[in-house]
């Protein structure tokens, strides 16, 4: 699979400033990683047999383990390809050898 690391993708998390008391807006955002992965997008068959619904950009990104990125949670996203997907999953391929993250395009990052 390491051959097949042929994408770029920063994992980022928004930046939070303060609006008010202990209030806070997103204003862009903070990079966590920068790492070579591996892009699958979701086919629609797949997506039939998960019974979806909502109609968005689905994909797979595989890259090799870390245990800082194996506890990265929803407020992560993934900057690819012009666009920020969500993560909607994270899993552990093979024993601590690589991670797979679910997720779908949500929008253009700010410039």
């Given amino acids: 699979m390491a051959g097949r690391l042929d994408r770029r993708i920063d994992i980022v998390k ?17 990079d ?3 790492r070579w992965a591996k892009y699958t997008p979701v086919s629609d068959a797949e997506k039939l047999r998960a ?15 870390s245990r800082a990125l194996a506890l990265l949670d929803e407020d992560h996203k993934i900057r690819f390809d012009g666009s920020i997907w969500s993560i909607s999953g994270v899993k552990e ?3 601590r050898r690589w991670l797979e993250f679910t997720a779908h395009r949500t929008g253009r990052p700010e410039v």
């Avoid at 019974?51 to 383990?65: L, P």
Wanted: glycine content about 10%.
């Fill in 51 to 65: 019974a979806a619904v909502e109609q968005k950009t689905d994909a797979r990104f595989v890259i090799r383990y």
């Fill in 32 to 34: 966590v990683a920068t």
């Fill in 93 to 95: 391929l093979g024993r």
């Fill in 14 to 30: 928004p930046r939070l400033v303060p609006v008010g008391l202990g209030e806070f807006k997103e204003d862009g955002f903070v």
